[in-house]
């Protein structure tokens, strides 16, 4: 997610909206992994499976997470959902983190 800095931020609907979208999608994807028995996939790449999913182009779909990202980032501050969303999907960099290889 560092290229995420330059993106321009999502309108906080369209930020609202895609996490509202992705967090039941990713709990049925869950559950189906577990029944299967198979191991579960970590939610920033959820976050961009999702968008590639949606937009089907590697280069779309690699901009709207990063434009998706920045969005998270600029409504955190006030926006207790962006927060915690930002939290869990490694938003806020800290070098070493899993956002190193998104």
């Known amino acids: 997610y560092n290229t995420s ?3 321009k931020p999502l309108p ?3 930020v609202l ?5 992705m967090i039941p999608q990713k709990m049925e994807q869950d559950k189906t992994h577990m029944r299967r028995g198979e191991e579960l996939q970590p939610l920033p790449f959820f976050c961009r499976d999702y968008f590639l999913r949606q937009l089907g182009m590697n280069a779309q779909a690699r901009k709207r997470l990063h434009e998706f990202i920045a969005g998270v980032r600029h409504q955190a501050s006030h926006v207790p959902l962006c927060k915690m ?4 999907v490694f938003a806020f960099h ?3 983190d899993m956002a190193d290889i998104l």
């Open 94 to 96: 800290e070098p070493g």
């Open 17 to 21: 909206e895609a996490i509202c979208t």
């Open 85 to 88: 969303f930002g939290r869990i």
């Open 5 to 7: 800095t330059s993106a």
């Open 12 to 14: 906080l609907n369209q």
